[in-house]
C-alpha cells in the first residue's frame, strides 16, 4: 500500500516570491511521482513526473520537483510565482507495476496575492 | 475530442435513488480509472479497467457501487440507492499503453449532490 502527506493544506505567497509545496511519501515498492494541478473550474493537469533518471524534473511553466529516495519526499518549488499560479496542487504516486493506479494526497492550495 | 469526457458535469439526485456516470476516453486509450473526489479531499481510486482483463474493483466503497466498460471505449459508473456520503466529484482518466504512456489523463468530473 502507499500513502502520500501533502502537510499545508493552504500556502499563500506574494507574487514574485518563491515557493515550496511539500509531499511526502510511504510505499514499499518502486514508485512513479506525479504532481497535478487543478486551477479554478478546470480538470486535473498533469503538471511534471518522475519515472526514472535525473532526479530533478521541471515543467515547461517554471515549476520544479525533485525525487528523493531517502527521505522519500517529492516537493515542488518555483523560484518566482505569477497570479497565474493560484491552484491546487496535488501530489501523486502509482507503483512501477501494471495497472498504475495512483493514490494522491489532499492538495495544497496555492494562492498567489498581489 | 482530443481529451477525455464526462457527462453529465452535474448530478443532482435524492436519496436512494440510482445514477450513472459515464465517461469517453481519449481515442485509442487502454487503460481506463474511476476516481472519486470528496469536499476538501483527496482524489480515491475506485476501478480499473485494462482492456479486455477483469476490472481492478479494490477501490470500490460497497457493493453499491458498479462500472461496466465496453471494449476500450465508454464507461458507467453506477451507484444504486445512493446516500449522502456519495456526494463528490467523480472523475475519470485515461491512458495509452504504448511505451512511455504513464501518464493518465483526467476529464473534467461529474459533481454528484445527494439530498
Known amino acids: 500500500a502507499q500513502s502520500v502527506t501533502q502537510l499545508d493544506s493552504q500556502v499563500p505567497v506574494f507574487e514574485e516570491a518563491p515557493v515550496e509545496l511539500r509531499c511526502n511519501y510511504s510505499?514499499?515498492?518502486?514508485?512513479?511521482l506525479f504532481w497535478y494541478v487543478q486551477y479554478p473550474n478546470q480538470g486535473l493537469q498533469l503538471l511534471l513526473k518522475?519515472?526514472?533518471?535525473?532526479?530533478l524534473v521541471e515543467s515547461i511553466n517554471g515549476f520544479e520537483a525533485e525525487f528523493n529516495k531517502s527521505q522519500t519526499s517529492f516537493h515542488l518549488r518555483k523560484p518566482s510565482v505569477h497570479i497565474s499560479d493560484t491552484a491546487e496542487y496535488f501530489c501523486?504516486?502509482?507503483?512501477?507495476?501494471?495497472?498504475?493506479?495512483?493514490?494522491f494526497g489532499t492538495g495544497t492550495q496555492l494562492k498567489v496575492e498581489l | 475530442g482530443a481529451g477525455v469526457s464526462q457527462s453529465p458535469s452535474n448530478k443532482v439526485t435524492e436519496k436512494g435513488k440510482d445514477v450513472e456516470l459515464r465517461c469517453d476516453p481519449i481515442?485509442?486509450?487502454?487503460?481506463l480509472y474511476w476516481y472519486r473526489q470528496r469536499l476538501g479531499q483527496g482524489l480515491e481510486f475506485l476501478i480499473y479497467?485494462?482492456?479486455?482483463?477483469?476490472?481492478?474493483k479494490s477501490g470500490l466503497p460497497s457493493d453499491r457501487f458498479s462500472a461496466e466498460r465496453t471494449g476500450e471505449s465508454v464507461s458507467t459508473l453506477t451507484i444504486q440507492r445512493t446516500q449522502q456520503e456519495d456526494s463528490a466529484v467523480y472523475l475519470c482518466?485515461?491512458?495509452?499503453?504504448?511505451?512511455?504512456?504513464?501518464?493518465?489523463?483526467f476529464g473534467p468530473g461529474t459533481r454528484l449532490t445527494v439530498l
Open positions: 482518466a485515461s491512458r495509452g499503453t504504448s511505451s512511455g504512456s504513464d501518464t493518465q489523463y
Open positions: 510505499s514499499s515498492v518502486s514508485v512513479y
Open positions: 518522475y519515472l526514472s533518471g535525473s532526479t
Open positions: 501523486a504516486v502509482s507503483d512501477t507495476g501494471g495497472g498504475n493506479k495512483l493514490t
Open positions: 481515442s485509442g486509450h487502454t487503460a
Open positions: 479497467f485494462q482492456g479486455n482483463s477483469a476490472p481492478d
